[in-house]
């Protein structure tokens, strides 16, 4: 089992910055995988960024350039600073945890709102 706690979010204005953090425990040995997904208003869930317990990183589109995904590995914690931010990053942001054997876990999800 995998427990994900994140904390970071907040309110911002445009152009401005917020680094969510993203403290994973339980048996974190297994966790292959890492990510942020977020929901906005009225949209789906999307993959924002994910990291692999390698260091490999992807990226959305609507996202590179201005959001890095990092980790810590002594604190079991996965990072996403989130630079220039705009109105439509708006959204709860939610961590993600992919382990082997596969499963999916997911935490309580982060408030981030992002004024004009």
């Known amino acids: 089992q995998v427990r994900l706690v994140e904390s970071g979010g907040g309110l911002v204005q445009a152009g401005g910055s917020l680094r969510l953090s993203c403290a994973a425990s339980?048996?974190?040995?297994?966790?292959?995988?890492m990510g942020w997904y977020r929901q906005a208003p009225g949209k789906q869930r999307e993959l924002v960024a994910t990291?692999?317990?390698?260091?490999?990183?992807d990226y959305a589109d609507s996202v590179k350039g201005r959001f890095t995904i990092a980790r810590n590995n002594a604190e079991n914690t996965v990072y996403l600073q989130m630079n220039s931010l705009k109105p439509d990053d708006t959204a709860v942001y939610y961590c993600?945890?992919?382990?082997?054997?596969?499963?999916?876990?997911w935490g309580q999800g982060t408030q981030v709102t992002v004024s004009s």
């Open positions: 993600n945890a992919e382990t082997s054997p596969v499963a999916r876990y």
């Open positions: 339980g048996s974190i040995f297994s966790i292959t995988s």
């Open positions: 990291i692999t317990r390698y260091g490999n990183t």
